[in-house]
């Protein structure tokens, strides 16, 4: 597992990347964040995992569709990376970011990772 932290415009983000051996892992390490992040604002994620078959799935938990999870996504497909999850824990600092505003974001957190 890596980890790495940003702040942009109080909103603390705390990305997340864990290496996958199944699709059962990806469950195990959101509902640990889930209890490590109790009162985070928003668990948002992404992955790729390529072993017989390639499976994706991005969620936004929340923040405006395609504004979290997709720019996720991306970011782990540009890099080329299989069989990883990237999750992104949002504690909102006050500010609204906008739409803009949150797909950088959450770019950024994720590409902090690699």
């Known amino acids: 597992m890596e980890t790495n932290e940003i702040v942009i415009n109080k ?3 705390v990305a997340y990347k864990f290496e996958l051996t199944c ?3 990806v469950k195990k390490h959101l509902e640990n964040l ?3 992040h109790k009162k985070a604002t928003h668990i948002c ?3 790729v995992f390529n072993i017989d078959v390639v499976s994706e799935k991005c969620f936004d938990d929340g923040e405006p569709n395609g504004t ?4 996720i996504l991306n ?3 540009k890099r080329g990376e299989t ?3 990237v999750a992104v824990v949002r504690y909102f600092g006050g500010i ?3 739409a803009g505003g949150l797909t950088r974001a959450y770019t950024k957190a994720a590409s902090s990772l690699f």
């Not at 979290?68 to 720019?71: K, L, R, S």
């Open 68 to 71: 979290a999870g997709y720019p």
């Open 75 to 77: 970011v782990i497909k």
């Open 11 to 13: 909103s603390r983000f």
């Open 34 to 36: 889930k209890k490590e």
């Open 96 to 98: 609204k970011l906008g």
């Open 23 to 25: 699709l059962d892992d």
């Open 83 to 85: 069989n990883i999850l």
């Open 45 to 47: 994620y992404a992955y």
